[in-house]
């Protein structure tokens, strides 16, 4: 492999689904502001809207995802105009 072509910042972080609150560990170079502690150890701590756990696809289960009231925001400047 080329040197110097990856990052050198991987370490251990925690992800978590913000729609059913499952946590993982992976290694990733992402920045993070917040922690959380798992089992004694604190890890950095990146929250997502979609994982694996909560995707239709993986799941199977159609599911409307509403962060931050985008469809209602969406309703309130279009209507439910149907032609």
């Given at each position: 492999?080329?040197?110097?072509?990856?990052?050198?910042?991987?370490?251990?972080?925690?992800?978590?689904?913000?729609?059913?609150?499952?946590?993982?560990?992976?290694?990733?170079?992402?920045?993070?502001?917040?922690?959380?502690?798992?089992?004694?150890?604190?890890?950095?701590?990146?929250?997502?809207?979609?994982?694996?756990?909560?995707?239709?696809?993986?799941?199977?289960?159609?599911?409307?995802?509403?962060?931050?009231?985008?469809?209602d925001k969406f309703y309130q400047r279009y209507g439910n105009k149907k032609k």
């Amino acid at each position: 492999m080329k040197q110097s072509t990856h990052p050198e910042t991987y370490r251990l972080v925690a992800f978590k689904d913000m729609s059913n609150d499952t946590v993982f560990i992976t290694r990733s170079c992402t920045p993070s502001k917040e922690t959380i502690n798992i089992e004694g150890v604190d890890y950095p701590l990146i929250k997502v809207e979609i994982s694996n756990t909560s995707h239709p696809f993986y799941t199977g289960k159609m599911k409307l995802v509403d962060t931050a009231g985008r469809v209602d925001k969406f309703y309130q400047r279009y209507g439910n105009k149907k032609k």
